[in-house]
């Protein structure tokens, strides 16, 4: 693995939706070398509509990403504002997202979806790269449990996401789609690479089935931080998983994928044996740190995430300041 001894690490953050917001409003505080390596498999609402209409990837989690990344300043905060305002009528603008517009615009005036992202993330100030994780648009397709013993297929995010029955597995439509290139050297160049939080089965997992990107995050030498949800969703594709089962789904799909440090909220792990137990086989340690936000919500407070991964990145894994011997990313 990569040893960083630099101030400002290069992070690539993996996922999709508010659990990849997350992850960017922490890092944001750590470094401006961020890159976001987005799902788009988004296939319900404003994204959905324009994806359909204009044959484009769907731009919302894209959208979330680079607001995620704003500069805090004046600008920034404003365009991250107009980039998330949803206009509300009875035409057809109704809930489509001004971010989610202008980006598809861009890629129109350009021609191209790398070099329009980009053009977004300078008029905004924002503080990294975000990146789509594949160059087409994808389809989730899940096998579902149900409690009679039947065995299903369901397919569309918007409706895997909904799967309140356990899912055993997902695949991705088209079975192996062209990752981006600038995805894949961003993995290759990086010092850590961050993987959720986030919706399991449509956000974090679908990186791992992009073949190109899998192979790309087998083969770094970047160490691998894992961060796990504050919760189930309710009657959502993950409703009723404890902490482990989120572990034992990713090693379904990813067996051979190495993991440098598991990071977990207390309050999120109900057996912290089982889930020490995991991280073990995955070569990782469990690093537990109040990561909520402790307003009840199941919210990422970003200052806290943010200690959290320093912590990983310079190796202190345990309860006092005696430091692992493990790849530290700070002097």
Sequence with gaps: MRTSRVPHPAVVALGGGHGLSATLSALRLMTDRITAVVTVADDGGSSGRLREELDVLPPGDLRMALAALCDDSDWGRTWR????HRFASTGSLDQHAVGNLL???????????????????RLLG?????????AVPLEIEADVQHPDGACTQVRGQSTVALTADPITRV?????????????????????????GPGSWYTSVLPHLLVPALRDALLATSAPIILTLNLEPEAQGET???????????????APTLRVHTIVADPAAVEDVDAVTERAHAMGARLLLRQVSRGDGTARHDPLRLAAAYR??????????GRAHPARPAFP
Aim: proline letters at 6%; a negative charge.
């Design 81 to 84: 504002d107009v980039m998330q």
């Design 103 to 121: 980006i598809v615009a861009i890629w129109e005036l350009l021609g191209d979806t790398v070099e329009g992202l980009d053009l977004v993330g």
């Design 126 to 134: 924002a503080r990294g790269r975000v990146l789509p994780m594949a």
């Design 311 to 320: 912590d990983a990145m310079e190796g202190f894994l345990g309860d006092v």
């Design 239 to 253: 409703d009723g998983m404890r902490a482990e089962a989120h572990l034992d789904a990713l090693r379904v799909h």
């Design 171 to 195: 695949r991705l439509v088209p079975a192996d789609p062209p990752a981006c290139p600038e995805a894949l050297a961003a993995v290759a160049a990086a010092d850590w690479v961050v993987l």
